[in-house]
């Protein structure tokens, strides 16, 4: 198969500047840098405030968004299993399609915002961290982001904000994401799906162009980590107590498709 980066002729940075380049880009100057450890700061503290993640589970109960009450110790090892047996697959064969080095990809997106590695569920981020985290990752489907950005009154707005001013090139960390994204025309092609989901949340998702990763189970494994709801069913159905939530992290090496969203 052509890469997707052969396929579409695609010409940005990511795809024709130094390793060297990229990393200066990502990392970005002091201001830049500022911006990031704060928003790590941030996040580090609602590590330890308990009330704050269940306001914002309350919030998305409210917007009938999801129905259960998981644990934050269900929720945290249901993001290890959502990025090991979902997030992961998926990108490294995308990235083997474009041509580009999946672990050198990932130290990019670390130098561009560390929070967008530490918080695969982006229920402990802050609004502008998953607003950054959708522009900077060209997504295999965001519908799962735009959903939790409505634990936020102002998410989707703010998000379809900062994506005009992407595609505008006003936006403050033009430079920094310009080194992360791989395909021209992904930050116009998510402002028209922002849009289109803020008037019929069941529009169609905007997804990336790859072939399915070859494992048996992928698609039941996109049914169960692709949409808010269903990740949320699914850590319910984690063990609760967290010893035998780590203990099955060893022990669980394929995605349990017992444990899967019905079809």
């Known amino acids: 198969m052509p890469s997707v980066r052969a396929a579409t002729g695609a010409q940005t940075l990511r795809t024709t500047a130094s390793p060297w380049t990229l990393l200066r880009a990502a990392t970005g100057g002091r201001r830049e840098i500022a911006g990031k450890l704060a928003r790590l700061r941030r996040t580090l503290r609602l590590y330890a405030n308990r009330s704050e993640v269940d306001r914002r589970l309350a919030a998305l109960r409210a917007r009938g968004l999801v129905a259960g009450r998981p644990t934050r110790a269900q929720i945290f090892f249901g993001g290890l299993d959502m990025l090991r047996f979902m997030i992961s697959p998926a990108a490294a064969d995308y990235y083997r399609e474009c041509g580009i080095s999946f672990g050198f990809h ?3 997106r670390f130098c561009d915002d560390p929070v967008s590695i530490i918080d695969p569920t982006g229920i402990l981020s802050d609004r502008d961290t998953i607003v950054g985290h959708v522009m900077q990752v060209v997504h295999f489907n965001p519908v799962y982001d735009l959903q939790l950005l409505q ?15 992407m595609v505008d090139g006003v936006h403050p960390r033009s430079a920094t994401i310009a080194a992360i994204v791989e395909e021209p025309g992904y930050h116009a092609r998510l402002l028209d799906y922002v849009r289109r989901f803020r008037d019929d949340p069941a529009t169609a998702p905007l997804r990336r162009e790859q072939a399915q990763p070859a494992a048996p189970e992928f698609e ?22 967290p010893g035998a939530l780590a203990l099955r ?8 498709v017992e444990l899967a969203a019905a079809a």
Do not use: K, N, S, W
């Open 249 to 256: 992290l060893l022990r669980q090496r394929r995605f349990p």
């Open 220 to 241: 039941a494994v996109e049914r169960t980590f692709a949409t808010l709801p269903r990740f949320i069913e699914y850590c319910e159905r984690l063990p609760a107590r």
């Open 106 to 108: 990932q130290l990019l």
């Open 151 to 165: 634990m936020f009154d102002d998410g989707l707005e703010d998000l379809e904000r900062q994506v005009a001013e």
